[in-house]
């Protein structure tokens, strides 16, 4: 319960990009995403042309500078990654401040790089400008199968619900005089996780049950009808489109 | 006119052999606010889980407003009977009270303008009209049950059947319950074992013992029969006396 009223992720905000309906940005992240992996990795220029683009969609949907960069270390593991390809590739190999760096290394870790950042900040400005229950309906409406949005649509309800239970099972057990200090205290907490793992899969169960009780047949109804007009697809669409025009010149 | 609910020797063995009901008779008039009375392991909840075809019986027929459960009339009773579970989390399970409420009513066909309309007025009802756009895990338990009220109540239901409604709410919420329910125009079922709520909510109450109906009349007589409640594992909170009159109807 504790937890904050709006999402980690989502900006409120009522800005032109804010107001498109989820299945056209969503669309147009997917597009973009793969145009920026298209692109060759030694088209410098072209990759500095996306990140304009997204600086441009960042103001359009008048996002704070700050706001990004905090919300891109789940990057963080791919860049690591990255930079241990370098060092530890083959080929030709040129000294960089003192270390003998691989060529082709170098340029595989900027690939991986350029390519992940980029689609990283697409779908952070996705996630600020869109609710995270927006996302699935756009989903759903994309044809997604209706079982993957059911599923991520459940986490977004129960996530809360089952940290809360994992919170006060921490709580029993220390009350109880149980601290977590190294390995050997292992055993309690797997035993814990699978009481979690129980209980959680026990609700499921009545919650199916609640959902069969009030019509539920295997599809979600769609409840919101949010379609998109020509005009709204054409604004969404100018993202990836733009990105396609840099390719197109960069070859 | 029919009965809401009719349930006629109605026995159900789990599968594992454990005989849960033994022949349940109980009839339910329209409009009548019925209490369920029994200990834990009565059988309560295995009744309540025939009401609306979860468990099918093994031997016995259940029937709601003329519409026995069968298989292939699933769907309209579950639509009649509207089930609101003990803990509102395994009720609530879309991302918002808006969605929540509509979830039922765009299972059956519902959409647009008239699909707005019956969520609004089942929120007013329960008076949360206010918080249609929040998620429900922002919201107080008491303020939950009543959600869970609306989702069932969206449905139309020709009884709302209520398992352990009092449970963990806190005095106040326990009592804006009792008057959204008493303000409600449907017949109801309330399984418990809060004495003191089904006294202050129901004219007729039901004790459930051993898996068969040991007792049906006015609540307020079932409650003076210690004998009674004492054979039943029933028992009133410690300095709880039945009132003189009633004053509530």
Known sequence: MGSGHAHRLYLPGGSPVHRLPAQCKLLAVVGFALVVVATPRERLWAFAAYALLLAGVAAAARIPPAFVPRRMVVELPFMLFAFLIPVIGLGERTVVLGVSLSVPGLWAAWNILAKATLGVVASILLAATTEPRAVLLGAQRLRVPGLLVQIAMFMLRYLDVIMDEMRRMRIARESRGFQARDLRHLPVIARSAGALFIRSYERGERVHLAMLSRGYSGQMPIIDDISATAAQWAVALALPAAALAVLGLSL | ?249
Do not use: W
Not at chain 2, 31 to 42: K, Y
Not at chain 2, 97 to 115: I, K, T
Not at chain 2, 220 to 228: G, K, M
């Open chain 2, 1 to 249: 006119m029919l009965n809401s609910l009719e349930v006629s020797r109605l026995a159900y063995a789990y599968p594992d052999g454990t005989q849960a009901l033994f022949g349940v008779d109980l009839t339910i008039g329209r409009g009548e606010r019925v209490a369920l009375l029994g200990p834990n392991g009565a059988g309560k909840t295995t009744l309540v889980m025939h009401l609306n075809g979860i468990l099918t019986a093994g031997h016995g027929t259940v029937t709601v407003a003329g519409t026995p459960v069968r298989r292939d009339t699933l769907k309209e009773i579950r639509q009649r009977v509207g089930l609101v579970f003990q803990d509102p989390d395994d009720q609530l399970f879309m991302p918002t009270v808006r969605d929540d409420v509509a979830f039922g009513p765009a299972n059956s066909g519902l959409r647009g303008e008239e699909l707005e309309a019956v969520v609004k007025s089942a929120l007013e009802r329960v008076g949360m009209l206010e918080a249609a756009d929040r998620p429900p895990h922002h919201l107080s338990f008491g303020q939950r049950r009543r959600v869970a009220v609306a989702t069932v109540l969206a449905m139309e239901p020709e009884i709302l059947v209520l398992d352990e409604p009092s449970s963990n709410l806190d005095p106040a919420a326990r009592r804006e319950l009792a008057e959204i329910l008493r303000s409600l125009d449907v017949t109801v079922l309330m399984v418990t074992h809060d004495l003191p709520y089904a006294l202050e909510l129901c004219e007729r109450s039901l004790i459930l013992s051993d898996g068969v109906i040991a007792a049906d009349g006015p609540t307020r007589d079932l409650l003076a029969d210690a004998e009674l409640l004492a054979r039943h594992r029933l028992e009133l909170p410690y300095g709880f006396a039945i009132p003189a009159a009633q004053e509530r109807g």
